[in-house]
């Protein structure tokens, strides 16, 4: 592990060698001093919306033509986005491990080495999960008097030591990995789907979806449990953590049937449209029950979209590649923080931020000292937001040597050998390789101000 000491001029400095697309970036500096700023705060209600495999490109607001998000197009309207916020790793247990943790995959143990994915994926045969050693959010806003609930996939581990309620959260209605399926073989069972530590069901079995249609109840389901989670705080007055992690834009996608048939762009499109209706939704209920000005809402997603569905999938707008690369489709994440009469309404904030920094600005906002004793990644970001301030920074830089291991293979061997294309239709010859190419000697660059979508390397 290797931290690149000098930022000057380099704002952001992405360098993940060893792994099979070598991508560093480079953007211009944004210069403005920032002094540490706590903001007013009051131990404000957190909610982070974390959709999964949803592109930069899929918002109304970052440019869709499709314009089939007026809700979270009104948020961006009420709040700010960062049109330069970053995932800590392109696929779903890294990023999500790094959010919990505030710290890079390659600390908090859940990263990818010199092949596709290896040992950041953790479908239903992995052994292993989050390490106890790592302090998950809630945990830390429990030191506050936080009540948290996790709503959705969590996708850190499966077996009973490392679930979301052996980790901080009080309350978790979802599942612990994607749902891919149906398996019905006993080897195999389907994916099971918790209310608190009791399994309530199984997808596809009392949790149905239905991969001819697409459809599927599960967003109005995980969007009923989110509501019902926030009028009892609201009755009760304590402060609150709601990660909220529907799944439905992660193939196969899904949607209930009133969304099934209603968006210019299939069913990822009617699956993004629901997503929309549940979000705005939940803000609606803050502000019923008068809770708007004392909750930070922020929606992101966990990777871009996955190109390998092709059509069929999401957008990453401009950028190159997507989902399991490290260019700019993979990392590169929509972000909206709402949060109205602290967040100035309308405004475009280009802070380089990552989903590092969500951890680090929530105890900030709860006023709880961050952990001493471990490493951590993120900065406060409330400066940016409640002040909308830019500033310097370098994102992250590490070097992955000897350290890195294989703990198990998600592809078969020939796929290993022949690769997979993750850039269907966006090869940029040099640059997207099928195979894995080694760039640690030569590692390729681009200049992110100019060249935004990673065509021409400048070296
Ligand atoms: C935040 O600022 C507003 C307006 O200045 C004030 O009314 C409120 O009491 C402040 N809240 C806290 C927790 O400081
Ligand atoms: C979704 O809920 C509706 C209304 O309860 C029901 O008719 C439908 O069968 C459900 N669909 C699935 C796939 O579970
Ligand atoms: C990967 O492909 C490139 C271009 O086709 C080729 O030059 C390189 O030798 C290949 N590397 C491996 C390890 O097969
Ligand atoms: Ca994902």
């Not at 982070?48 to 970052?62: A, E, H, N, T, Y």
């Not at 596709?116 to 959010?137: C, D, F, K, M, W």
């Not at 978790?172 to 608190?196: A, E, K, M, T």
């Not at 449990?225 to 990660?243: C, D, K, M, S």
Request: some cysteine; glycine content about 8%.
């Amino acid at each position: 592990m290797t931290r690149i000491p000098n930022c000057q001029g380099i704002v952001l400095l992405l360098l993940l060698l060893f792994s099979h697309i070598v991508s560093i970036t480079l953007t211009l500096a944004f210069s403005v001093a920032v002094t540490a700023n706590n903001g007013n705060t009051s131990k404000p209600n957190i909610i982070i919306m974390l959709m999964d495999d949803m592109g930069w490109g899929d918002l109304g607001v970052f440019g869709n033509p499709a314009m089939e998000t007026p809700n979270l197009d009104r948020m961006a309207a009420e709040g700010m986005i960062f049109p330069n916020f970053y995932t800590a790793n392109p696929l779903c247990s890294p990023s999500r491990a790094a959010l919990l943790t505030g710290r890079l995959p390659i600390r908090n143990g859940f990263y990818t080495s010199n092949a596709h994915a290896r040992n950041a994926y953790t479908p239903q045969y992995i052994v292993e999960g989050i390490s106890n050693t790592e302090i998950l959010l809630p945990k830390m806003l429990h030191k506050a008097g936080y009540v948290s609930k996790i709503v959705g996939k969590w996708h850190l581990g499966h077996r009973a030591s490392f679930l979301p309620l052996k980790h901080g959260f009080h309350e978790w209605f979802g599942s612990p990995n994607c749902h891919f399926g149906p398996f019905n073989d006993l080897d195999r069972p389907n994916i099971p789907v918790y209310d608190g530590a009791q399994m309530v069901g199984r997808y596809y079995e009392e949790f149905p979806i239905d991969k001819k249609t697409g459809e599927s109840n599960l967003t109005q389901l995980y969007l009923q449990h989110a509501l019902e989670f926030i009028n009892r705080q609201a009755v009760t007055g304590t402060p609150f953590f709601l990660y909220w992690a529907p799944d439905a834009t992660h193939a196969p996608v899904y949607a209930s049937r009133r969304f099934l048939g209603t968006s210019q762009r299939g069913i990822y499109g009617d699956a993004v449209r629901e997503l929309d209706q549940a979000v705005g939704a939940l803000l609606e209920r803050l502000h019923s029950l008068d809770l708007h000005s004392n909750s930070l809402v922020f929606f992101t997603s966990d990777n871009g979209a996955a190109l390998i569905s092709g059509p069929k999938g999401g957008s990453n707008g401009p950028f190159l590649c997507g989902k399991e690369t490290t260019f700019e489709g993979g990392m590169r994440e929509p972000a909206i923080a709402w949060w109205p009469s602290h967040i100035p309404p309308g405004r475009v904030n280009h802070q380089l931020a990552t989903v590092m920094d969500l951890f680090t600005t929530s105890l900030v906002l709860a006023g709880v000292t961050p952990p001493s004793s471990t490493p951590l990644d993120g900065i406060d970001l409330t400066p940016a937001l409640l002040h909308t301030r830019t500033w310097d920074r370098c994102i992250c830089a590490f070097v992955c040597l000897d350290g890195c291991f294989i703990l198990m293979t998600r592809n078969s061997w020939q796929e290993f050998h022949q690769g997979i294309n993750f850039c269907p239709a966006q090869e940029v010859h040099g640059v997207t390789t099928h195979n894995q190419t080694d760039h640690t000697q030569h590692p390729i660059l681009f200049h992110l101000g100019r060249d935004p979508g990673e065509k021409y390397p400048i070296r």
